[in-house]
């Protein structure tokens, strides 16, 4: 694996990480959430930077997107008993399959 889907990857964790902690901090105000909204937002934007020296953007936004909607919501239901309906899990599966669909297009610069 290249140094750009290493650095996506990273992109992807630090913004889903950010994401739940601002999940957390719309119930009031704590430190330690409000640090990892601004240092995981602040890392993931430096590591996508990163990654899109040698990642098409386009790959790189829908795997970023993708793999974050899927990860924010499995972990929303994991951890604030979020309800996720067939719909909701449909519509996923669409994510997923226009993942793809954009990486067969060609996800590296030529």
Sequence with gaps: MGMGWLA??????????ATL???RLSSGFAPLPMALVVVGYTGAFACLAV?????NVGAAYA????I???GITA???LFFD????????AGIALI????ILVNLGGATHG
Excluded: C, Q, Y
């Design 82 to 89: 979020e309800h996720v309906s067939p719909a909701a899990l």
């Design 75 to 77: 972990l929303a239901a």
């Design 68 to 70: 974050g909607t899927i």
């Design 21 to 23: 902690s601002l999940r």
């Design 51 to 55: 990654a899109l020296r040698s990642v």
């Design 63 to 66: 795997i970023w997107s993708g």
């Design 96 to 99: 997923v399959v226009g993942v």
């Design 8 to 17: 996506l990857g990273v992109a992807i964790v630090l913004e889903i990480m």
